[in-house]
């Protein structure tokens, strides 16, 4: 398990990382979602030993990781600008990588290449910038660590290998002990792949749930009640993150299951009521703009 | 069984990071990747390394012989060894250039990763301890660079000097010897490189880095030198240079021939102590500060002060130059470095971060910049520190020396005619002069104290007299007695010095020393000429007699008794009977060429005087068989005769005694033709031991330069004297005729 306890970072005056806390425990995907500037790829870093919190610690498996190899070890790190030496073909890179972390699948990481249909020895440079996110992918598959951190790894892969990604995942996941972080903004990804989420927003976590008990305590419902007063009550009465009005037909997010916001909306009369299915993307901008994060006040002059 | 100890040793290797049998990331394997990686660095080097050291080596061995047909075999094979030991040995300017390139392109390429975000992380994420991946690069670097500096050796050594029959076991030795030195001192330069990589990260930024920490003490010594000895008029320069742990890791190297252990201990200091800061900044080095100009910002003011202030001095100092370098332009001194440290300081921060808008940053330094930009200016201008004025009290000097050519000049010349005894090993540098004023401190100082008020009073308020004729220049070396030294160079009116120079003539421990014919090394001279001080044919070669150790001694002795008797005030306004001149003949041609650049296969050890009183050594003479009588026939052939008075001092002269010709005798001198002229131009003139009289002390100073005919068989050669007129008026009228 990775435990993040009460971690910092400042970068100069700018605050990254507020004390962040979060467990991302063994055997499940899980799916760093936040804003621009939420502090996604300042977390994954801190989690991979590359930078040192100010405060607080992040412990894999027990232990400290920032300078300690013994924990490193077992986390691979995909930078979202992956880099690669320069001339590097993937072979060369696998080469590299069976270096650096001995238990590296150099014959599965062939297989696979030829799989995807990328060139084992073309150099890296002549790739596109997707080509080269699937050699990252690869790479840090089969380098067989524990922990794989992906920071926006999805971002550029074609839905064919991103499907392929999300099967080699869940593969992984059945024959090892194998536990991917993925950051991304791409919440419908995510949405598919992702069996716990942590949000980040301004540097501090909003919650990090698992998804599906996310889903099952925050509704999405669309009714019409008869008159205002009523849905002025029901907005009362229920802990809604987020509403909005198209005629007299009202939409909202609530928390709460399933059962006690039906409850609440059917003692309100309503003319037509119906529960909607909730996506990450919706759970997601509720969420934070409870918090702050409204997506009409962006850009207001 | 077997298997079982490879099991305990895998368990063994495995309790590296704490978990048994657990596989670790190798250091050796990520060094040859490294290596590999930097494969293009290695094929640089190696090309370089094979042109300048086999290629070159081969070069230099041929054209050694190139041009010595006439020279016998052997010579020449000694030309060709000496060649080849003094090419792939350490010196020549292409070696420090190729060390500094070697280790800025090792350096860099090493760290460059540092550079960029992206690689950054990557290399950091690895399963390995900082300062432990710290050294893959940094070791890679050096083998990139050693390995093929001594594979080309090898070549250059083995193939190349054997097939040109240079090679010798104790050329190899010596050419390892050098190897072993140049890769120390390359590791000092590379470690210097990597502190300026791992400061910055930055390719350029490292670079300029990496030049600051290899050149700042040299510049900055070299400018302090210039100021001090432009304006401070007691200043002394004891050869900044020899100060080696002042002067960077690129300079060092320069001195092992003269300090080989100190040298390498520097050398050794310099490594250890860049690698090992290196490693530390290294560790607690954020990774968020990739793309960043350094490491620490904090440590921007401080280099930007360190760079500006002594950049705005110099260039201060230059607008100073450039507009007359008078002492009433001193403002254009502070204005010009004012103005070039505030520039300096833009430049700095523009390069710092490359917007117009950021020259302003870090202020507060920047007004620290423009501060130190006047004041230091300010201390050399007006001394603000009272460095001319300074002089200790007598309680708190142990000791004190004066140098050897003031008292030669104004004592030695008492007793020798050279005023050296044997001073050819030290040779004339200003560091050997410190050296021989260390070597030569006396407890008893008062006569060399009262020297020093004297030049102090001359530096804080310059009497009216000036020019070589009324002044004399003398440093003089203070031991504290805290253990300190200090030496001081100053100008004295020569007039005031008797008092000093008699407290001093009759101290013992000044005598000992600075009269020490006894301490002359008797193997330093195997032959003697004995001449009379009257005589113009000097000490003519076939007078010249070959002496055995014990009668070297012995001649030594007599002269050490006898000329510590004298009294030297009153010797120094006799005339002697004799002087004796010390030679050292080089029999053999190599040993001489050690020794020589020159023509004269004979060198003037010293020459000694000797007066009436000199018992000693006078029946030590007469056991030697000198006098030697002189040839009766006249063999001068003419003497130039010219001034060493200044032409406005000669001008006064001829106007007074009618003399319309007398600019030749400032160009070129006059030409006194056969002996006849000769003797009539002796009868006006006289010999004199010391020229410092001048028309402001009523005398003229002339130089006589005599060409004498060689008896018998000898060659021809030429006696110089010094002399003063005697009879100005018939010299005036001879000149005249003559001219």
């Known amino acids: 398990m990775i435990e993040i306890k009460g971690v910092k970072k400042n970068f100069g005056d700018i605050e990254a990382v507020r004390e962040l806390s979060a467990d991302i425990t063994e055997g499940k995907v899980y799916g760093l979602v936040g804003t621009n500037g939420a502090g996604k790829s300042t977390l994954l870093r801190m989690a991979a030993g590359v930078l040192k919190p100010e405060e607080g610690k992040i412990l894999v498996d027990g232990e400290e990781v920032f300078e300690n190899p013994h924990a490193k070890e077992k986390i691979c790190f995909i930078a979202d600008t992956g880099w690669f030496f320069p001339n590097a073909t993937p072979e060369s890179m696998g080469n590299f990588y069976k270096i650096a972390y001995p238990a590296f699948d150099r014959k599965r990481y062939q297989r696979m290449l030829e799989h995807a249909g990328l060139p084992g020895r073309r150099k890296l440079r002549t790739f596109s910038k997707g080509m080269k996110k699937q050699v990252s992918v690869l790479l840090g598959v089969c380098a067989n660590t524990k922990y794989l951190l992906c920071d926006e790894t999805f971002d550029g892969l074609d839905p064919v290998m991103r499907q392929a990604v999300k099967k080699i995942f869940a593969a992984e996941m059945v024959d090892r002990d194998f536990t991917p972080v993925i950051a991304s903004h791409n919440m419908r990804e995510l949405e598919d792949i992702c069996d716990q989420v942590g949000l980040l927003h301004g540097g501090r976590i909003l919650f990090s749930e698992n998804l599906e008990d996310m889903k099952f305590h925050m509704q999405k419902v669309q009714c019409v009640l008869p008159d205002k007063a009523r849905e002025e009550e029901l907005l009362r009465e229920l802990d809604v993150l987020q509403f909005s009005h198209r005629g007299t037909l009202l939409t909202f997010v609530a928390r709460g299951t399933n059962l006690e916001v039906v409850r609440a909306v059917e003692s309100k009369n309503p003319i037509f009521a119906e529960a909607l299915p909730l996506t990450l993307e919706e759970i997601f901008i509720s969420a934070t703009e409870t918090a702050g994060y409204e997506v009409d006040r962006l850009f207001e002059p | 069984m077997v298997m079982n100890f490879i099991d305990r040793f895998k368990s063994i290797r495995g309790t590296d990071q704490g978990r ?9 394997r990520l060094l040859l990747w490294d290596i590999k990686e ?9 090309v370089v390394a094979l042109v300048v050291y086999p290629a070159g080596s081969l070069m230099v061995i041929q054209l050694a012989a190139s ?14 060894k000496s060649a080849a030991i003094s090419y792939l040995g350490l010196t020549g300017g292409y070696y420090y250039f190729f060390i500094l390139a070697a280790a800025l392109l090792a350096g860099i390429s090493g760290y460059v990763y540092l550079e960029k975000q992206d690689r950054s992380d990557f290399f950091l994420s690895l399963p390995m301890r900082r300062e432990r991946y710290f050294f893959v690069p940094c070791l890679s670097g050096w083998l990139i660079v050693i390995c093929p500096y001594l594979v080309s050796l090898l070549l250059a050594v083995f193939p190349v000097c054997a097939s040109q029959g240079v090679f010798s076991g104790a050329l190899a030795a010596g050419v390892f010897r050098a190897a072993a030195f140049n890769i120390l001192a390359f590791s000092a330069v590379y470690s210097l490189v990597l502190l300026a990589m791992v400061l910055s990260g930055r390719m350029l930024i490292g670079t300029l880095l990496s030049v600051f920490l290899l050149f700042y003490g040299v510049c900055l010594g070299g400018l302090n030198e210039l100021l001090c000895s432009f304006f401070y008029k007691t200043w002394y320069s004891e050869n900044y240079g020899e100060n080696i742990f002042w002067f960077s890791a690129l300079t060092v190297p320069s001195y092992f021939d003269r300090a080989p252990l100190k040298t390498v201990a520097v050398l050794l200091i310099y490594t250890g102590l860049a690698l090992w800061l290196a490693v530390f900044i290294y560790r607690k080095r954020p990774a968020e500060t990739a793309e960043n100009s350094l490491t620490f910002p904090g440590t921007a003011p401080f280099l930007k002060t360190a760079v500006a202030i002594p950049v705005g001095v110099a260039g201060g100092f230059l607008l100073w130059i450039l507009v007359g370098q008078s002492e009433g332009l001193m403002g254009w001194f502070l204005f010009g470095s004012a103005a070039c440290a505030f520039i300096a300081n833009g430049v700095f921060e523009f390069v710092m971060a490359p917007d117009i808008r950021n020259i302003a940053r870090h202020w507060i330094s920047g007004l620290v910049v423009l501060l130190g ?13 009272g460095y001319d004025t300074w002089l200790p009290d007598k309680s708190r000097i142990e000791a004190m020396a004066v140098s050897e050519d003031f008292a030669a000049m104004e004592l030695a010349n008492c007793d020798t005619l050279n005023g050296h005894y044997d001073r050819e090993a030290e040779g004339g540098s200003v560091s050997q002069e410190s050296l021989w004023l260390r070597k030569n401190l006396v407890e008893d100082f008062d006569g060399i104290y009262e020297l020093a008020e004297l030049g ?6 310059p009497s009216d007299a000036a020019g070589e004729e009324t002044m004399c220049s003398v440093r003089i070396l203070y031991k504290m007695k805290g253990g300190g030294m200090r030496i001081r160079g100053y100008q004295i009116p020569l007039e005031e010095t008797g008092e000093a120079l008699g407290k001093m003539s009759s101290t013992v421990d000044f005598r000992n020393k600075y009269y020490p014919f006894g301490q002359m090394d008797p193997e330093r001279y195997n032959r003697i000429a004995l001449s009379r001080w009257e005589d113009p044919l000097g000490e003519y070669a076939e007078n010249k007699i070959t002496l055995d150790a014990e009668q070297r001694l012995k001649l030594l002795e007599a002269l050490d008794a006898d000329s510590r008797r004298i009294d030297l005030l009153e010797a120094r306004e006799s005339s002697p009977l004799y002087v004796i001149s010390f030679y050292f003949d080089y029999d053999d041609y190599e040993e001489y060429t050690k020794v020589h650049q020159g023509f004269d296969l004979m060198d003037v050890v010293s020459e000694a005087y000797v007066y009436e009183n000199y018992e000693n050594t006078r029946a030590c003479l007469e056991e030697l ?16 005769c010219w001034s060493e008075s200044s032409q406005e001092a000669l001008a006064a002269f001829a106007e007074r005694y009618g003399l319309s010709d007398y600019e030749k005798l400032l160009d070129g001198g006059i030409f006194f033709s056969g002996g006849t002229e000769v003797e009539a131009l002796l009868e006006t003139v006289e010999r004199v031991k010391r020229r410092n009289g001048g028309s402001e002390a009523g005398t003229m100073d002339f130089g006589l330069y005599f060409q004498i005919k060689g008896a018998g068989e000898s060659e021809d050669y030429e006696t110089n004297w010094a002399v003063k007129l005697s009879d100005p008026e018939n010299f005036a009228k001879l000149v005249e005729e003559i001219a």
């Open chain 2, 67 to 80: 041009g010595r047909g006439e020279m016998p075999g052997e010579m020449l094979l000694k030309v060709r």
């Open chain 2, 373 to 385: 930009s006047v004041l230091i200016p300010a201390v050399f201008c007006f001394d603000l520190l």
């Open chain 2, 456 to 461: 102090v009073r001359e530096a804080a308020e």
């Open chain 2, 38 to 46: 930097r494969s293009w660095l290695l094929a640089l080097i190696l």
């Open chain 2, 625 to 640: 068989g000198l006098p030697a009588k002189a040839d009766a026939a006249c063999r001068v052939k003419g003497a130039w």
């Open chain 2, 20 to 28: 048994p049998g657990e596989r670790k990331i190798s250091f050796a």
